[in-house]
């Protein structure tokens, strides 16, 4: 009994010494509207493809590069300037879509915004979610209901249903 004592002691003194040894300090850096962010207050972070962190406020989008941010507003062809979420195109990197209130799903390719209306209704303006399937299609979720969109048509989805494993 007391061998085993002996051994589970040593054990939990070298993982309690390799948690120590191993523990890293991380430092932050905070970033405000002293900074360049558009607002203090985030709605949605995505980090794309390049690395860059788009940041969604009440005032717009602001990019991070890694040195200083690049801000995007209505005035500068954003939809509006109320950001709900924001995602990356897996079909075509640097697409960025950013889902807006009461504006639709604002696209931004090559350093120009299009608008995308999922539909004229008031409650399907507001985009809560976006996500993009393997297949390519986006999902676009609004108060006014789901809908998907692929090779530009936009379609309310109304029902789905369970068969097996697989969604249809």
Known sequence: MLRFARYRFAVLLVVGTYAVSTAQVHSFQYYTMKEGLLADGINALFQDSRGYLWIGTAEGVSVYDGH??????????????????????????????????????SMFVNGQFTTLLVDTA??????????????????????GGVYTVRNGRTTKVTKMYRESTRWH
């Open 122 to 143: 008031a409650k399907s303006k507001t985009i809560s979610a976006l996500l993009e399937d393997r297949s390519g299609t986006l999902w676009c979720a609004t108060e």
């Open 68 to 105: 200083g941010f690049t801000s995007y507003r209505a005035r500068n062809g954003l939809a509006t300037n109320f950001v709900t979420c924001i995602t990356e195109s897996r079909r075509v990197p640097g697409t960025i879509r950013i889902g807006t209130s009461a504006g639709g799903v």
